[in-house]
């Protein structure tokens, strides 16, 4: 199995920023992608920024393009999540999770690829 523990959330003004972390246990990059997904109230989850299974440029969602950015850190077992430029609507649970790779060079941005999630993270943004 993998463990996955996401933590960096908070409560941040409208323009501010936060950097989540992803902690993931150690060997799974070798087998498996790793994707920042959300979930706000009443609201389906839905992907922020996965890491290509080719480890290219990670895919953004057009809401968060140009002011999130996620990075990983492989020898420290760690998927950040930098999000500058924060509005109220990205007020959500955030959540990593794990994904078996399965072909090269794809973006896993569906709920259902992923096999492994971690507790998820709370981060509120006011107005």
């Known amino acids: 199995d993998v463990q996955l523990q996401a933590s960096g959330g908070g409560l941040v003004q409208a323009g501010g920023s936060l950097r989540l972390s992803c902690l993931v246990s150690e060997g799974a990059f070798d087998d498996y992608t790793i994707g920042w997904f959300r979930q706000a109230p009443g609201k389906e989850r839905e992907a922020v920024s996965v890491?290509?299974?080719?480890?290219?440029?990670?895919y953004y969602a057009d809401f968060v393009k140009g002011r999130f950015t996620l990075s990983s850190d492989i020898a420290d077992n760690t998927v950040y999540l930098q999000m500058n430029s924060l509005k109220p609507e990205d007020t959500a649970i955030y959540y990593c999770?794990?994904?078996?790779?399965?072909?090269?060079?794809?973006?896993?941005?569906?709920?259902?690829?992923?096999?492994?999630w971690g507790q998820g993270t709370q981060v509120t943004v006011s107005s």
């Open positions: 999770a794990a994904a078996s790779v399965l072909a090269p060079d794809t973006y896993y941005t569906n709920v259902r690829d992923y096999d492994y």
């Open positions: 890491i290509s299974t080719s480890y290219g440029s990670p």
